[in-house]
């Protein structure tokens, strides 16, 4: 999948283009807008992309992971040369050693908190302007969709492609929403 970027300045305007967008195939969940005006987007019911995705937690946690990672093997090798486990055991350092992934992640999520997501940095000025966002995630087959849908508004400013979140077939969520609703 590949996700497309356009601007504009009219929410109004993206609540039609959503709504051309559905009745051309597309899904709610392939159709994000990323605003600092949440609540002119929650009153036209547009796709909002969530607050959690608009930080840059996830990458950084990872990141703080594979330090603590690192970290956490730093303490149970030097416990095992050290010879401290002859004596008092491993449970002690192994211990540590998850004490220390765990602080490691969570202090990457707290640095990413404070960034927005990598995808939109390059955004942050037009957002700030009171421009607006408009995310599309398509595979292939609906490009021509995409494209006989934004013709039709000119005043959508093609801002770049970038990767999209992974695309579940309509098969596979219907057959995840089976499984729920039978426990």
């Given at each position: 999948m590949k996700r497309y970027y356009f601007l504009t300045d009219d929410l109004d305007r993206l609540q039609q283009v959503q709504n051309d967008l559905q009745e051309n195939g597309l899904t709610e969940p392939q159709i994000?807008?990323?605003s600092n005006d949440d609540s002119g987007v929650m009153r036209r019911k547009l796709n909002n992309v969530e607050a959690v995705l608009r930080k840059d937690v996830v990458q950084a946690m990872e990141r703080?992971?594979?330090?603590?990672l690192g970290a956490s093997a730093l303490v149970l090798a030097v416990s095992h040369y050290s010879g401290i486990t002859e004596t008092v055991g491993w449970?002690?350092?192994v211990f540590l050693a998850v004490v220390v992934l765990g602080f490691f992640t969570w202090e990457g999520g707290l640095?990413?908190?404070?960034?927005?997501?990598?995808?939109?940095?390059r955004f942050k000025q037009a957002l700030a302007s009171g421009r607006h966002l408009l995310l599309i995630d398509i595979d292939?087959?609906?490009?021509?969709?995409?494209e006989r849908v934004t013709a039709h508004y000119p005043e959508l400013e093609f801002s770049g492609?970038?990767?999209?979140?992974p695309h579940r077939s309509e098969e596979h969520t219907s057959e995840l929403q089976s499984q729920y609703l039978s426990r």
């Open positions: 994000h807008v990323l703080g992971a594979l330090v603590g449970v002690p350092f640095f990413g908190i404070q960034e927005p997501h990598h995808d939109f940095k292939k087959q609906e490009k021509n969709a995409l492609t970038g990767s999209a979140t």
